[in-house]
């Protein structure tokens, strides 16, 4: 089995900074990218970013875009979320995914298996 976890996310006030990790293990499985969703209260799932695994390159939700950096780890199949200025919009459950196929639609969700549980991030004003 694969098994996905996030870790890294906390309180933090408006403005404040956090690094969220994720790690996929386990089973076996291919990777062409690998990306970011959150989740609020009450609402939908939304791609947050994603990285191309084989030539680096990124794609940012627009609401982030300027904020957050998603990098590759050093080992393999690790993911970093670098967020800054944050703000209360930015309150969400965090999850890291693994995309194994190839597709045009990098930022698509049903794109996506072996999700993580997810790290939960508050921003207070």
């Known amino acids: 089995q694969v098994q996905t976890v996030e870790s890294g996310g906390g309180l933090v006030q408006t403005g404040g900074s956090l690094r969220l990790s994720c790690a996929a293990s386990g089973g076996t499985f291919t990777t062409y990218a690998m990306g970011w969703f959150r989740q609020a209260p009450g609402k939908e799932r939304e791609f947050v970013a994603a990285i191309n695994w084989i030539d680096g390159s990124t794609h940012y939700a627009d609401s982030v875009q300027g904020r957050f950096s998603i990098s590759r780890g050093n080992a393999k199949n690790t993911l970093y979320l670098q967020m800054t200025s944050l703000k209360p919009e930015d309150t969400a459950v965090y999850y890291c995914?693994?995309?194994?196929?190839?597709?045009?639609?990098?930022?698509?969700?049903?794109?996506?298996?072996?999700w993580g549980q997810g790290t939960q991030v508050t921003v207070s004003s």
């Open positions: 995914a693994t995309k194994p196929l190839y597709s045009d639609y990098v930022t698509a969700l049903y794109e996506y298996d072996y």
